[in-house]
């Protein structure tokens, strides 16, 4: 569940990790520790010495020091490509917003349910309807990007007046959701 929230807030913020690409390109001296410089690297693309791609087993990447080892030899002045897929927010900061999320479903006046994430199971419990993963998907996004006037899922359009504070537009959209929302909805508020 807590993978689908993470898409649908992904999607609310247009953080897009699947279209973000970049690269870094390094100039071998000594070391053939590469440090990268984009924090949130999903997928390292390729890797070329001098313009020849590398074979997955002649590199190693570790994403919690965010480092790229070469293990075939290299000559100094070898210039290193690595290309990678990234994205704006890490899955451990996207967890973190949503849980600042969730206290918000369960303190506003009409909605009666209080959610709680498990970082042990990676999960939210109790589990959430794929209705009440809209809302927090949607509070979320809010809270990250409270300047937004407009958040769209497959099924629901959300639209805010441009100087409406980031608390009113949690509190309202709780409180339509608490009173019903339709299968396919698009909310405005003036």
């Known amino acids: ?23 870094e390109t390094f100039e071998y001296t ?7 410089s984009e924090p949130n690297i999903s997928s390292i693309e390729k890797v070329l010495r001098n313009g020849t791609e590398l074979g997955s087993g002649e590199y190693i990447y570790d994403s919690t020091t965010n480092k790229i080892k070469i293990i ?5 002045g070898d210039i290193i490509e690595v290309d990678y897929i990234f994205s704006k927010y890490s899955d451990t900061e ?12 369960s303190i506003k006046n009409n909605y009666d349910k209080c959610f709680e994430l ?7 419990y109790p589990t959430p309807s794929n209705r009440e993963s809209d809302l927090i998907a949607i509070i979320t996004s809010i809270i990250i990007k409270p300047n937004y006037s407009i958040y769209r899922l497959p099924n629901l359009t959300v ?13 309202r959209i709780i409180s339509k959701f608490a009173s019903g929302i339709g299968i396919s909805d698009t909310i405005t508020w003036n």
């Open 159 to 171: 639209r805010y007046p441009k100087n409406m504070s980031k608390e009113e537009k949690i509190q």
């Open 94 to 105: 996207l967890n973190e917003y949503i849980r600042a999320s969730l206290p918000w479903i």
């Open 1 to 23: 569940m807590l993978n689908t929230i993470r898409r649908k807030v992904r999607a609310l913020i247009e953080d897009f990790a699947n279209i973000k690409k970049d690269f």
């Open 72 to 76: 075939v030899s290299l000559t100094q």
């Open 118 to 124: 498990e970082t042990e199971s990676n999960g939210i």
């Open 30 to 36: 000594t070391s053939k520790i590469f440090t990268l």
